[in-house]
């Protein structure tokens, strides 16, 4: 084989034809759409993962552009999973992706596995958990836990601006972070006390100053009236600034994607026999081709 010439070329280099493969055959779950969620789906579906489905309930609130990737003045009051599908489908057209439009809460099951199974037509592989409320969060995990499925989980990312204090392991691990702390005593009373992969940081969480709803905080989200996820409904407002959210992201991806890839020896890696030049890529261009 002379070379290979696809959007993803430049990953085969890296990983190999195995680990490509490996990733095309990869269903990943993502539950949450937002600052933490929306980075990780990309980072995913810029992988070559071959079928994402993204769950979330939310619609984009001008408030959102701060930190999420699909938030715009012209996406305000749009809905997240279908904003990402659309941008998904413009890096990789031949890959599967599927929105469901609904928030993951205990009374609802097994639905979201079930209805991401359906729509896949495949089981889910694997589950990256971006759900910032704690009951739902920690159904999820235990969920993922019985089933069986590798699940990767974000922990607090607002109220914190030092990139240099997160951290990714096993959730046994975490310190520091209060969030974390909450999600490990509810788990630990259904049995579970690790094997779950976390980010988290272990920088002191800032106070929220002014942000208790009812006081100098006024909800704008475009939905105000829904029962669920508006700003009249939360407890407290939390800050967030702009790259802590997309790096839990992008670091759950990286440390899925690395699972994945457990076991290839990348020193014998079968790839490309040489990198083609600028010219000869253009003469065998095809952007459809996987």
Known sequence: MAFRNHRFSRLELLVGKEGLGRFRNLHVLIVGAGGVGGYAAEAIARSAVGKITLVDHDEVCVTNVNRQIH??????????????????QKINPLAIYHGIDEHHHPDKGDFIFEEAERLAGQPVDAVIDCIDTLIPKVDL??????????????????????????????????????????????????????????????????????????????????????????????????????????????????????????????????????????????????????
């Open 141 to 290: 995990i235990a969920r993922c836990k019985n089933k069986n499925i590798p699940i990767w989980s974000s922990m607090g990312s607002a109220s914190r601006m030092d990139p240099s204090q997160i951290k990714c392991a096993d959730i046994s691990e975490t310190k520091v972070d209060k969030f974390a702390k909450q999600i490990r005593l509810k788990l630990r009373e259904v049995g579970i006390t690790s094997g779950v992969r976390v980010v988290y940081s272990t920088e002191e969480a800032i106070d929220p100053e002014q942000a208790v709803p009812g006081t100098e905080w006024q909800c704008i989200c475009p939905t105000i009236e829904k029962e669920f996820g508006a700003c009249q409904h939360k407890r407290v407002m939390l800050g967030t600034i702009s790259y802590l959210p997309p790096i839990f992201g992008l670091w759950l991806a990286g440390d899925l994607l690395q699972h994945y890839l457990q076991g290839i020896d990348f020193k014998k890696r079968e790839t490309f026999e040489k990198t083609p030049t600028f010219d000869e890529f253009q003469k065998v261009l095809k952007l459809g081709q996987a």
């Open 71 to 88: 938030a715009f003045t012209d996406t305000v009051g749009k809905k997240k999973v279908q904003l990402l599908v659309d941008r998904l």
